[in-house]
């Protein structure tokens, strides 16, 4: 497990003995991310429809303590298969930043897939916080030892996940 942080950017690295495409399949699959959910805030997709490029849409229901239960509509925005797929949240119905349904935040969750040998894969989680406002960027710095600790449980739970197949 390996950990890098840049300006509000966090990712995390774990390499998994599965192939590139088992994994990037539970990815693209929106059903499947509360399985892998590290934060414990998703509670599931609202359409069961895989993404299949960028421009997809998915909706999760979501929940935190602070809010309570609320939605988030992600726009895919890099779909490279069995390599690369990342979504653009943005707070929709029940969110408190929802006074403007859909309004982009610019933060970005990706996954990267990289082969590592035969039947493995480096899978990194990435949060990039690069493109938020300055007050948004700030949240994302001072809680950057959870960000990580959520995202390595994430990435432990893939490759759990991964081995049941």
């Known amino acids: 497990m390996t950990s890098r ?18 994994i990037f399949r539970i990815l693209a699959d929106p059903g499947r991310h509360p399985d892998l959910d590290g934060s414990g805030m998703l509670r599931g997709a609202v359409f069961d429809a895989a993404v299949s490029g960028v421009g997809d849409v998915f909706v999760m ?4 303590e602070r809010y309570g239960d609320y939605e988030m509509i992600n726009h895919v925005v890099e779909f490279e298969p069995d390599r690369r797929i990342g979504w653009e949240p943005r707070p929709g ?8 349904p859909g309004a982009a935040w610019g933060h970005r969750w990706i996954f990267e897939l990289l082969p590592d040998g035969a039947g493995a894969t ?3 989680e990435i949060f990039d916080g690069s493109r938020l406002p300055e ?9 950057r030892a959870w960000w990580q600790t959520q995202m390595a449980s994430t990435l432990e739970r893939l490759g759990e996940l991964c081995s049941v197949r």
């Open 61 to 64: 229901r979501m929940h935190y």
């Open 122 to 124: 480096v899978v990194t």
């Open 93 to 100: 119905r029940g969110h408190p930043d929802a006074p403007d």
């Open 135 to 143: 007050d948004k960027r700030t949240e994302v710095d001072g809680g």
């Open 5 to 22: 942080t840049g300006e509000a950017v966090v990712a995390v690295s774990r390499r998994i003995m599965v192939p590139a495409e088992d």
